[in-house]
DNA sequence: CGTATTCATCGTACATTTGCGATGAACAAT
DNA sequence: ATTGTTCATCGCAAATGTACGATGAATACG
């Protein structure tokens, strides 16, 4: 028995989750601070910078896609990994709401 | 082999992670909301809003503790927890740096 | 002292995440 | 056709995370 989650919580709280998740691991934010600066990078350029193998960068890719965060065009033979502005801007609403919450009652 | 981890990245990259990775569950978020809110919490108060059993609401707090965003204050027979203002605000100044990274070059 | 309340921690079970080498898929160029 | 490049995916191993019941620790109350 393990693992609800998601279960009996909110959709806003799920998906905040969900995006925070995203954000949880070094590697990902740096890859998300490197797409952020240059606005779109190809995969090699991400994985040059990372102190970590081509498979494990691909694999953040791939949970910064499926978060929603990030999205990925072929370019043969590259691949160009792009912020998806539409969900980054719901990501930072999402925190932001959070973190504004008591702001009136200190 | 796995889990370097923080290895190889900044020491911002890294705190930045762990606030995210403490806010990427979605019962973490319903208890950080709670707490916001009321400013303060009573442990028991917050295993009634969640549904999930006492163990698991302890072992989300201790997690959120061990995060910094929160801490607990023994006020027998309950405990307090409220919102760690410090670090509260350095999480929010991390996560607004990296949404606000590219906003000039759009 | 015994009991009740509140919460943390332990032990367990299972799922997910992390990381890597090896391999595969797609395409370009020779 | 063979080769090279770029990237995804598979398969594996080990670490972490999630959830719960049971138990323990601390305190207050009778």
């Known amino acids: 028995m393990a693992h609800k989650a998601t279960i009996g919580f909110s959709e806003s709280e799920n998906q ?9 691991h070094p590697a990902r ?4 601070k ?11 350029d991400i994985v040059e910078e990372l102190p970590l193998a081509q498979a494990t960068v691909s694999q953040h890719l791939k949970e910064l896609k499926e978060s929603g965060l990030i999205h990925g065009n072929i370019e043969p033979p590259k691949v160009r990994y792009c912020i998806d502005q539409v969900n980054w801007e719901k990501a ?6 959070l973190f504004t919450i008591n702001l009136s009652t200190l």
Do not use: S, T, W
């Open 92 to 97: 930072k609403k999402l925190i932001l709401e």
């Open 34 to 44: 490197q797409l952020a600066n240059m606005n779109c990078c190809f995969c090699g």
């Open 29 to 32: 934010i740096a890859i998300l």
């Open 16 to 24: 905040l989750a969900r995006f925070a998740k995203a954000l949880g």
